[in-house]
């Protein structure tokens, strides 16, 4: 008798013990569904184990080819208002390296070709860097943000990402 009682609680445990985890399942995943709502809403990125968690690419040294704009390239910054403002035009003198990933399946069609369109990429580092006052200008490329947007800004021209980096051999700014 005590075993049939025994029994008999042991399933009603695991009938409560089942109920249970579905219960906290749903819930758990309509809790994960409006998290991931607010972070839309807020336009947080949320990294996935499927995707990269960085955009950072890791090229081998071997697979890299590099192009040098010609010129060095002077650049005229947006005036300063406010209090910063001196009434002076303000330059960036800059000579700027392209980092081309060879393993890239876009470098064959636009790699061997890319100094018959440096004008373009002239033209994009121009808008980058020309969009920023001296001080902006100075704060973002200290912090890399400068190079990350003329990366970003070409791979977007090219609609390709065979341009991983750029690289500022020389960067002054008066």
Not at 12 to 36: C, G, H, Q
Not at 111 to 116: F, L, V
Not at 130 to 135: D, K, S, V
């Amino acid at each position: 008798m005590i075993l049939v009682i025994i029994l008999a609680l042991l399933v009603v445990n695991i009938v409560l013990t089942a109920i249970t985890m579905f219960s906290i399942t749903s819930t758990n995943k309509k809790t994960a569904a409006v998290v991931a709502d607010i972070a839309t809403a807020l336009s947080i990125e949320l990294a996935s184990e499927d995707e990269g968690a960085g955009e950072e690419v890791t090229v081998a040294i071997s697979d890299i080819a590099t192009y040098p704009i010609a010129d060095q390239m002077t650049v005229q910054l947006r005036d300063s208002v406010g209090e910063n403002a001196d009434g002076k035009s303000h330059y960036c003198m800059v000579s700027v390296v392209l980092s081309l990933n060879t393993q890239d399946p876009d470098y064959k069609t636009y790699g061997e070709g890319i100094a018959e369109k440096e004008g373009l990429i002239k033209n994009e580092i121009n808008e980058v860097i020309g969009a920023y006052t001296l001080e902006e200008a100075k704060t973002k490329q200290a912090s890399g943000e400068l190079k990350n947007e003329v990366t970003a800004r070409l791979q977007d021209l090219y609609g390709s990402k065979f341009i991983y980096d750029v690289s500022f051999s020389s960067i002054m700014f008066q």
